[in-house]
């Protein structure tokens, strides 16, 4: 089964964490030089997803049954990493958000593949601080989720 949820999140430090509700979440070792241009830092139970912004930001968050088909020309970056979810709960959350207030959602316990696929981001690089004033230069940020065997981070398309 299928559940889509939207959510606007305050991605401020130009990050949203995606984490095990479980857990503390801990990216500080995470976000190397090489995570920064990756906009992904990746812990075993977190994951940071930088922004263009450091404003609201759209986020859609897709629990899917299986591993979704390759839409990535419809964006304009593209990442996947693992995240080990101990207890089926997954947090999502703006990077200084109070976690205990954040959203949740069920997700199988164990590893998940994390897509996360993001849109419209020179508009909002070049709105800057004004970009959640409208939805034509929002950034947008979906995050698709399913259950599968561990597995490296990888770039599927990078935007510069």
């Known amino acids: 089964m299928t559940t889509t949820t ?21 990216l500080s070792d995470a976000w190397t ?5 990756d906009h992904l830092a990746v812990a075993t139970d977190a994951l940071g997803i930088g922004t263009a912004v450091n404003v609201n930001v759209s986020v859609t968050v897709v629990v899917l049954p299986q591993e979704p088909s390759d839409d990535s020309p419809e964006f304009d970056h593209v990442v996947e ?10 947090m999502v959350l703006g990077c200084t958000d109070y976690a205990p207030e954040a959203m949740t959602f069920e997700v199988p316990a164990g590893w998940n593949r994390v897509r996360v696929s993001r849109s419209n981001l020179a508009r909002a690089a070049q709105a800057d601080v004004d970009s959640d004033e409208s939805p034509e230069t929002m950034e947008r940020i ?5 259950a599968a065997p561990e597995c490296p981070a990888k770039i599927i398309k990078r935007w510069s």
């Open 142 to 146: 979906r995050i698709q989720v399913w």
């Open 81 to 90: 990493a693992g995240l080990h979810v101990s207890l089926g709960r997954l």
């Open 33 to 37: 030089a090489q995570a920064v241009a």
């Open 6 to 26: 939207e959510l606007t999140l305050f991605a401020d430090y130009f990050q949203i964490h995606v984490s095990d509700a479980d857990s503390d979440g801990d």
